[in-house]
């Protein structure tokens, strides 16, 4: 059984930093992309950043580049999540994702999700 459990999350104020983490454990991710999504009240959930584990490429959403950095370490199966410069739009639930094969910036095509947790940056 998958699981995937993020911790982390909080509340911030503008131009502050949080780090995410994502513990996956129930198989082996060397194939996999991890990936992470966020959704605000209302809006519908958006990729924000992914890694494929084999290639170690990173992707990133317009909106987060040069601001949050993700990464993994194989050892832990585990990936974070490093936001700074943090922005009230960034407001969201944060999910962590897996999904065999390479990277994708559709929820719908990651089959694994973890719980969510809140980041919430005040102004």
């Known amino acids: 059984q998958v699981q995937l459990v993020e911790s982390g999350g909080g509340l911030v104020q503008a131009g502050g930093s949080l780090r995410l983490s994502c513990a996956a454990s129930?198989?082996?991710?060397?194939?996999?992309?991890m990936g992470w999504f966020r959704q605000a009240p209302g809006k519908e959930r958006e990729f924000v950043t992914a890694?494929?584990?084999?290639?170690?490429?990173?992707y990133y959403a317009d909106s987060v580049k040069g601001r949050f950095t993700i990464s993994g370490d194989n050892a832990k199966n585990t990936v974070y999540l490093q936001m700074n410069s943090l922005r009230p739009e960034d407001t969201a639930v944060y999910y962590c994702?897996?999904?065999?094969?390479?990277?994708?910036?559709?929820?719908?095509?990651?089959?694994?999700w973890g719980q969510g947790t809140q980041v919430t940056v005040s102004s």
């Open positions: 994702a897996a999904r065999s094969g390479y990277s994708s910036t559709y929820y719908g095509q990651y089959n694994y």
């Open positions: 890694i494929n584990w084999s290639g170690g490429s990173t």
């Open positions: 129930g198989r082996t991710f060397s194939s996999y992309t």
